[in-house]
């Protein structure tokens, strides 16, 4: 029984423990103090022991009775709230079949009366069960800043009564695309520091990769959950592709496709498959079907642009905004030429944005436009966000005069 | 149950016109009939201006009177509404309603309960 093993199952078991302990106390600060103390109990314990039968069960357990001791002490809470406690506590059927408290949690956490920047760290410490330090550091704060972000946080969850349950049918779709954009923020996160970056900050995609699964068998009906999960997985497929050895971004079409992650692209693609098998494609849905037909594709020659093109026709109606109108332009100068894409492109209000000034500048080296492609490339490495990608940027401006 | 203060604040000076304010209003009455009626009403009315709020100081063993409002800016609380209601989903949702009626912002936040 290692530190690393105890480590395991706390991540793995935190936020189920916490979900199920705050029927007990009815307080998500106890529910947590009462986990962790637990989890204590069990660093003492299990190196001499070894690990219960069912780590999970044991700390639920011992937490609970923690609460129930916890409230029986404090005098200060009253007795019938101890009693209403222990009263709960006892007539519980064995705990969350379904993962439903997990859910009422998880909706908690990314209410949207709570700041996005809060939302994110809730969930990473509750369900993801990352410490303090271990989300501070992915972020990029002070330890001291994401602690007051989180305790913060619990505190409006606590005093403006927010509740724990799970969204009634006619807000639940509205609700869950705010869940869903908490994961996608928590990837996105991770994989804009992209290349080079620290294990904690480039962890974070894992991370939301392993929250989207727990989503995806708390919900498993829901379409986007599963358009999510594929598009994280087909995006993870290709990230040690991503970057060559020197740690410079290699792009999509250059690519050595032999290096893709086979296991995580069967997957995506298996719930790609699916899902358009089932018609009515969401917005995370279509992105992952559009990654599909890349990651399909036995060589860049191969992509099947007009699918691509048709299925961001389709993203821009169900999704509209400049970036979806930027990538779109990608697939329409491999359909219909560069000049096509580069009127597409124009007027978009996406100038600080790095891609855009990217796209902009291949589509101008197309055109023979070299001198402004130059300048595009320019602006692109200017605003890159990692050192990867502005390097690969700048060689690309440097071949233009070769 | 908690109770929720329901603020609506509004641009100093501002009078809508007859026709544009008459049916803000009528639909403030529906919304609060229809709060009596959920059982969810305890207090509700709109403030008169804030240019006619006075504001007291304790300094010193004495206390000040000024003019007010108290907050310097374009905007004042300009009527509250108090309800009792199950959890924040609940307040929000009736919340929603004045916003929807009034296009001001409302501020929601709970009571603390300490008069038990």
Redesign the interface.
């Known amino acids: 029984m290692t530190a690393d093993a105890l480590d395991a199952v706390f991540r793995e078991e935190y936020g189920r423990a916490v979900s199920i302990v705050l029927r007990t106390t009815g307080d998500l600060g106890l529910a947590e103090d009462a986990v962790q103390e637990a989890f204590a109990v069990a660093a003492q314990h299990w190196p001499d022991e070894g690990l219960p039968q069912h780590p999970g069960a044991w700390i639920i357990t011992t937490a609970r009775h923690r609460a129930v001791d916890r409230f029986r002490r404090e005098a200060a809470r009253g007795e019938k709230e101890a009693e209403a406690a222990l009263l709960r506590a006892a007539s519980e059927p064995e705990p969350d079949p379904f993962g439903d408290d997990r859910l009422r949690l998880l909706f908690a956490c990314c209410?949207p009366?709570l700041a996005m920047p809060a939302r994110v760290a809730l969930a990473l410490r509750i369900l993801a069960g990352l410490t303090t330090a271990q989300i501070a550091s992915a972020f990029l704060v002070a330890e001291a800043t994401m602690g007051q972000r989180i305790s913060r946080a619990k505190a409006k969850i606590r005093?403006?009564?927010?509740?724990f349950?799970i969204?009634p049918a006619d807000e639940l779709p509205a609700r869950l695309a705010g869940v869903l954009a908490v994961v996608y923020l928590v990837y996105n996160e991770g994989y804009s520091a992209g290349l080079g970056a620290p294990p904690a900050r480039a962890g974070l995609c894992a991370e939301a990769v392993r929250l989207a699964r727990i989503l995806r068998r708390l919900l498993p009906d829901e379409p986007e959950v599963r358009g999510l999960l594929a598009l994280m997985l087909l995006s993870e497929a290709r990230r040690d592709a991503r970057s060559g050895a020197d740690g410079v971004l290699v792009p999509l079409d250059e690519q050595d496709r032999s290096r893709w992650d086979a296991s995580l692209l069967a997957e995506g693609l298996g719930i790609v498959k699916v899902s358009l098998g089932r018609g009515l494609l969401g917005p995370y849905q279509l992105q992952a079907a559009i990654q599909a037909v890349h990651c399909a594709a036995p060589s860049p020659a191969a992509t099947d642009w007009r699918r691509v093109l048709r299925l961001y026709d389709l993203l821009a109606e169900a999704a509209p905004g400049p970036v979806v109108e930027l990538n779109r332009a990608v697939a329409l100068a491999e359909v219909a030429g560069p000049r096509e894409a580069l009127d597409a492109v124009d007027g978009l209000p996406l100038a600080g944005y790095h891609v855009f000034h990217a796209v902009r500048a291949d589509l101008l080296r197309r055109l023979g436009r070299t001198e402004e492609a130059s300048a595009e490339y320019a602006e692109a490495a200017r605003l890159a966000p990692s050192a990867g990608e502005r390097r690969f940027l700048e060689r690309r401006g440097a071949e233009l005069d070769a | 149950m908690?109770q929720?203060l329901i603020s609506m604040y509004q641009p100093d000076g501002v009078v809508p016109p007859p026709e544009v304010l008459a049916p803000v209003m009528a639909q403030l009455g529906v919304l609060t009939e229809d709060l009596k009626a959920a059982g969810a009403f305890v207090f509700g009315d709109g403030l008169t201006d804030a240019s006619s709020a006075t504001v007291l100081k304790a300094e010193e063993g004495d206390v000040l009177i000024t003019d007010g409002p108290y907050l310097e800016g374009k905007e004042h609380l300009g009527g509250f509404d108090i309800i009792e209601?199950?959890?924040?989903?609940a307040?929000?949702g009736w919340a929603r309603r004045f916003a929807e009626i009034t296009g001001l912002p409302i501020e929601?936040?709970?009571f603390?309960g300490f008069a038990g």
């Open positions: 209410h009366a005093d403006a009564g927010i509740p349950r969204p | 908690a929720y209601a199950p959890d924040l989903d307040a929000l929601v936040r709970a603390a």
